[in-house]
């Protein structure tokens, strides 16, 4: 396993949660990181992209300004720090490794995804 993601629950709306995926040090130390998610019976949709140096980030708009991602390279380690959540979010979360240094906002920009992780959150 390359990427392995963990983290997801069930929480009140307003709630907090923190996701985190390892990666394997080959993959974490040249690639960009990002999640995605996926709700039943829709598109997985692109959540958040860190470069591969922490130098950028780049959110969607519906968790801009409540999500926060980061890297942590001794640990090669990506984080998704979720705050103020709201029942539309609810989904898995998936983590993925992206070659592209821009904004990489498509799942086929991807190169390596891990296992998903199940959030949910009741109202």
């Known amino acids: 396993v390359q990427l392995q993601a963990s983290g997801g629950g069930l929480v009140q709306a307003g709630g907090s949660l923190r996701l985190s995926c390892v990666a394997s040090e080959r993959i974490f130390s040249s690639n960009g990181m990002g999640w995605f998610r996926q709700a039943p019976g829709e598109e997985r949709e692109f959540v958040a992209l860190?470069?591969?140096?922490?130098?950028?980030?780049y959110y969607a708009d519906s968790v801009k300004g409540r999500f926060t991602i980061s890297r942590d390279s001794a640990k090669n380690t990506v984080y998704l720090q979720m705050n103020n959540l709201k029942p539309e979010d609810t989904a898995v979360y998936y983590c993925a490794a992206t070659r592209f240094s821009g904004p990489a906002h498509r799942p086929y920009d991807y190169d390596y995804w891990g296992q998903g992780t199940q959030v949910t959150v009741s109202s």
């Open positions: 860190i470069s591969w140096n922490g130098g950028s980030t």
